[in-house]
């Protein structure tokens, strides 16, 4: 390969990466929320993983085994909904990358 045609890859690589951290700051801002028990429980969080408010209606303090297992739906909710827009927004920067589908770049 010749100088030039490494020195453009370089460049190419570099900006690459620098789309990648934007987008990672830009998912540390978007929130999402998981919930179950039709909205009993609700758990708010960034798509970075910041979990930022959790909601308990008074009703399902008095079901330990209740509360846990809506705990567990509603975090799944929320890590769903997290790829999801993750998945979303990322697709553009990865879109010319030539990625196997169903691979997902750490962020």
Do not use: W, Y
Not at 19 to 26: E, F
Not at 54 to 64: H, N
């Amino acid at each position: 390969m010749m100088k030039g045609g490494l020195a453009g890859l370089m460049k190419q690589a570099q900006k690459v990466q620098d789309n990648l951290r934007r987008a990672q700051d830009t998912l540390a801002q978007i929130e999402v929320e998981g919930s179950a028990g039709a909205g009993a429980l609700k758990i708010r969080s960034t798509c970075t993983h910041e979990v930022r408010q959790v909601s308990i209606q008074e009703t399902l303090m008095g079901d330990r085994e209740m509360l846990e297992d809506l705990l567990l739906v509603a975090l799944k909710d929320l890590q769903r909904k997290i790829d999801e827009v993750s998945q979303q927004h990322m697709s553009g920067l990865t879109g010319g990358m030539g990625l196997p589908p169903g691979m997902k770049l750490p962020f």
